[in-house]
């Protein structure tokens, strides 16, 4: 399909370690994929689902070890140790190649090889990036077909020369003791064995869109970030996008596919992406951005008509589920879902589940990918190859007392270090306890592709290039009062939070400076329609100085681990901070 020598060089290394009995280029032709859906089907790797209520979806059962991303096995190989930074875990490359060299070699004998180019971006931009994975899954193959643009187009994208990212997976005996996902950023190349999981096994997601592309970012000049793209129209017409980072838990697809609320008629939310961004400067002095995945990896249990009604809807066709319960006419079930639970089910370890089964019947990490263009709020711009200009970039974190319900970075550089301060917290909900603390910069710990130190460094670089960076903001839906109970209603109702955002990037709103940034003032909060009184707001929009103390030294605790990799615009701004609290 090919006359790269590059293309063929590899194939022809990682074949002979390998040692498939047949080797089988994957064109994306709807034939091919319907002949592998059905041996799949006839091997019992996947579970035909009831095609008239659910046509063209299937289920797939992973191995009761095998049911999530593993941060402990999952590598980042370069050359210098501190290049991986202290939030990774580093293995010398040579070590990780002799090391898995061995796990790999005849691994796939007796089993057959197939051969994906995949384009991450759409075909022709200048954000599209290209990939080959070589896999023994035929449900990595059909996963891929959902999650990128696959097939002879991504031949051509890279021509007789071009490069691409090197990927390499086997499921092998799905042995979690010699598991590994290993990225080698210098050389643009991703090895994965002993998973057959999705978010260790596609590796044009977390793998290639974030660890290795924000490597790539950094050389190129240009990020990549785990965040979500919505388009947000008002009554006039006028539209904005916004890219927003949260850590897991914290509503991210639900905010990309947000539905205003009745108070709000007249407002519109277009999806462009629900995890991953990539963003460049446009030659207009706008950062823009792109989605670089064709799918949804979404969390089945929650998802309901009420929660996220357009994820649902999403999957409703062409859907493959992971790790869901099978109902008795064909059809899938998770907890969370509308409806009462089946009174029989095969739970999603294949055995016979009922209501009184004491268990879950599908796993807390089952999951669901979809096509993102069956999405009902699927932005027109999805497909853009010049992705769409950003207004603002929002950071969102889980708190019960610390941050506000929102509140603007006073310029670039704040931003930068509002993201890199961002937390989640576990909260006993009931008893308003609050739990442990965990950082997550911009949402990326466990998928930069080197020392975090540098990505401050390269945002902070990033903001001197751009002529009209977008205006950088912080949320919080989850504060509690002293009852342990939530303020904000969520969902919907952030649309109430994301206008007084977007007022701001067009100056038509005004401010507060306080000792962390600029709040919005009670009246610019549109409460209409909600059982929320003033002196409830007044709260959400508090900023109490005694515990923002006790946050800056859990902030100067994480920053100390990267040493002089720190760059003096962070220091300088948690300078900054001390100085505002102790006036």
């Not at 980042?76 to 070699?105: F, H, Q, R, V």
């Not at 089993?111 to 035929?138: C, H, N, Q």
């Not at 290639?208 to 965040?227: T, V």
């Not at 109702?493 to 990037?505: E, F, G, K, Y």
């Amino acid at each position: 399909m090919t006359n790269n020598k590059k293309v063929l060089t590899w194939l022809d290394e990682m074949t002979k370690m390998c040692q498939p009995d047949k080797i089988v280029w994957i064109d994306g032709s709807e034939s091919q994929l319907d002949e592998l859906r059905k041996e799949s089907v006839a091997t019992g790797e996947m579970i035909e689902l009831n095609q008239e209520k659910l046509p063209g979806c299937y289920l797939h059962r992973t191995a009761e070890n095998d049911v999530a991303r593993v941060e402990g096995r999952t590598f980042i190989c370069t050359s210098k140790e501190e290049d991986a930074g202290p939030t990774n875990n580093w293995m010398a490359p040579k070590d990780a190649y002799e090391k898995l060299s061995k796990l790999y070699e005849g691994c796939m004998k007796g089993r057959t090889m197939y051969v994906i180019p995949f384009i991450m971006g759409v075909k022709g931009s200048p954000f599209a990036k290209v990939g080959i994975e070589l896999t023994d899954s035929i449900y990595v193959v059909l996963n891929m077909n959902i999650m990128t643009r696959m097939g002879k187009d991504a031949l051509e994208e890279i021509g007789e020369d071009g490069d691409f990212t090197k990927c390499l997976h086997a499921k092998k005996d799905v042995n979690p003791e010699d598991r590994y996902i290993v990225q080698f950023p210098e050389d643009n190349t991703i090895w994965s064995i002993n998973s057959a999981y999705g978010g260790n096994v596609l590796l044009g997601k977390k793998c290639f869109a974030l660890r290795i592309a924000s490597y790539l970012g950094k050389q190129q000049g240009w990020m990549a970030e785990h965040m979500l793209i919505l388009g947000l129209t008002n009554p006039q017409g006028e539209k904005h996008y916004i890219a927003a980072a949260f850590p897991s838990a914290c509503g991210k697809t639900n905010l990309a596919m947000l539905i205003p609320p009745e108070a709000l008629k007249g407002y519109k939310v277009e999806t462009v992406g629900d995890d991953i961004a990539w963003l460049k400067i446009g030659e207009d002095g706008r950062l823009w951005a792109m989605n670089p995945e064709a799918g949804f990896f979404g969390v089945a249990p929650g998802t309901s008509s009420k929660t996220n009604y357009n994820a649902l809807a999403t999957t409703r066709k062409n859907t493959i589920f992971t790790n869901v319960a099978l109902t008795d006419d064909g059809e899938v079930w998770w907890e969370g879902m509308d409806g009462d639970a089946p009174a029989h089910a095969i739970d999603w370890l294949g055995k016979e589940w009922t209501p009184a089964s004491g268990t879950k019947a599908a796993h807390p990490n089952s999951r669901f990918t979809a096509p993102a263009a069956q999405c009902p709020c699927i932005s027109p711009d999805f497909e853009n190859k010049a992705g769409v200009p950003i207004s603002a970039i929002v950071f969102g974190g889980r708190r019960a007392k610390t941050a506000p319900l929102v509140y603007q970075a006073r310029d670039w550089e704040h931003g930068v270090f509002v993201g890199a301060t961002m937390a989640s917290e576990t909260t006993a909900a009931a008893a308003g306890a609050v739990g442990v603390v965990r950082r997550d910069p911009m949402a990326m710990i466990p998928f930069c592709g080197y020392n975090m130190g540098d990505y401050f460094a390269h945002w902070l670089e990033m903001g001197k290039k751009i002529p009209n960076p977008p205006k950088i903001f912080h949320v919080n839906w989850f504060r509690l009062d002293d009852n342990g109970k939530f303020m904000w209603p969520g969902f919907g109702d952030n649309l109430r939070v994301l206008n007084w955002i977007v007022d701001r990037c067009d100056g038509k709103a005004d401010a507060v400076e306080t000792e962390i940034g600029y709040l919005p003032k009670v009246s610019d909060i549109n409460v209409d329609g909600l059982d929320l009184d003033e002196a409830t707001l007044k709260e959400l929009l508090s900023v109490d100085k005694e515990v923002w103390k006790s946050e800056l030294a859990g902030m100067k605790e994480f920053f100390a681990k990267f040493g002089d990799r720190l760059p003096e615009g962070i220091k300088h701004q948690l300078n900054l901070l001390e100085e505002n609290l102790n006036k």
